[in-house]
Nanobody
Framework: QVQLVESGGDLVQPGGSLRLSCAASGSIFSIYDMGWYRQAPGKQRELVAL???????NVADAVKARFTISRDNVKNTVYLQMNNLKPEDTAVYYC?????????WGQGTQVTVSS
């Protein structure tokens, strides 16, 4: 079992930056693939970025030039660096951990991009 706690969401102006963090506990962090989804009001949840246990990354095309995912296996934390934020990035961002058939989710953190 893995427990995930996200932080870093905030209200930010267009063009600003945020770094989301997801702290994991309860299991061996390094063996899990980790990632971020987001869900905007009235829209389906969408994958933003992932980083595997062997450090392969994949970032959605819509944010590829602006977002970066990374992980620190010593701190048991995965990060999402978001630059040049746009109003369409407004959503609840959810962290997940996945291994084999098991997926664990955090509670979400709100990111609002507005002037």
């Amino acid at each position: 079992q893995v427990q995930l706690v996200e932080s870093g969401g905030d209200l930010v102006q267009p063009g600003g930056s945020l770094r989301l963090s997801c702290a994991a506990s309860g299991s061996i962090f390094s063996i899990y693939d980790m990632g971020w989804y987001r869900q905007a009001p009235g829209k389906q949840r969408e994958l933003v970025a992932l980083i595997t246990s062997v450090l392969t990354t994949n970032v959605a095309d819509a944010v590829k030039a602006r977002f970066t995912i990374s992980r620190d296996n010593v701190k048991n934390t995965v990060y999402l660096q978001m630059n040049n934020l746009k109003p369409e990035d407004t959503a609840v961002y959810y962290c997940y951990a996945r291994r084999e058939k098991y997926t664990y989710w955090g509670q979400g953190t709100q990111v609002t991009v507005s002037s």
